[in-house]
């Protein structure tokens, strides 16, 4: 599990100066990837589903983890409108975009509070 891990961040550091949208999708899949670990390890008797759905539908998870939910949701939220992820958004009846180096700023205090998180509680 930890060599998937340091793929997924490898490729996330890859392409943050030359190609930030798939940079922002890459660091998606990895933090798909650490709360599918942090859910079997606190909720060993589920099954993970889809990630989205995890984010918006495990209130005891999200209670236990508030600031890790906000950022990886926000996350989750920005890589739904990148054209890398897909053409468009379904949802809004749009086309997706190339996301910039300003998008993730704008996330990035909540990304970083989430994983500041987990390793104050000692989950990475």
């Known amino acids: ?7 997924l961040a490898v490729n996330v550091k890859k392409n943050f100066e030359s190609n930030i949208d798939a940079c922002i999708v890459a660091l998606d899949s990895l933090c ?7 859910y079997s ?5 589920k099954t993970y589903g889809n ?16 600031q890790l939910f906000d950022g990886l949701s926000a996350l989750h ?11 468009s958004n379904t ?3 749009t086309n997706n975009r190339r996301l910039k180096h300003k998008d993730f700023a ?9 994983l500041m998180e987990l390793k104050r509680k000692n989950e990475i």
Do not use: Q, W
């Open 41 to 45: 390890k606190h909720l060993p008797k």
């Open 32 to 38: 798909d990837f650490l709360l599918s670990r942090i």
């Open 1 to 7: 599990h930890h060599k998937h891990a340091e793929v």
């Open 51 to 66: 990630y989205g759905n995890i984010l918006k539908n495990t209130p005891s998870l999200a209670a236990k983890f508030p």
């Open 91 to 93: 949802k809004k009846s």
């Open 106 to 114: 704008e996330i990035k205090p909540k990304v970083r509070a989430s």
């Open 77 to 87: 939220d920005l890589r739904l409108e990148s054209v890398t992820a897909h053409p």
